[in-house]
C-alpha cells in the first residue's frame, strides 16, 4: 500500500466520505483492498481542503 502523506485542513466531512466511497466501490464489484484504498484516498483528499465536498477535477490525479 503507498504511503499517502495528507496535511489536514478541515476534518469535516471525512468519516461520511469513507463510509461512502467503501459503500460505493463494493457496490460496485471492487474487493476489499481496492475499495479500502479508494476510500483512503479520498478521505485524505476531503481533509486537506476546506469543506466536505470535492470539486470534480480534484481526483484527477
Known amino acids: 500500500m503507498k ?3 495528507f ?3 478541515d ?3 471525512a468519516g ?3 463510509a461512502c466511497t467503501f459503500l ?3 457496490a460496485q464489484g471492487q474487493d476489499y483492498r481496492t475499495t479500502g484504498e ?3 484516498l479520498v478521505a485524505c ?3 486537506s481542503q476546506c469543506g466536505p465536498r ?3 477535477d480534484s481526483m484527477q490525479n
Open 38 to 40: 479508494f476510500a483512503r
Open 16 to 18: 461520511d466520505m469513507l
Open 7 to 9: 496535511y489536514p485542513i
Open 24 to 26: 460505493y466501490a463494493l
Open 3 to 5: 504511503l499517502l502523506v
Open 54 to 56: 470535492l470539486k470534480a
Open 11 to 13: 476534518i469535516g466531512g
Open 45 to 47: 483528499k476531503v481533509v
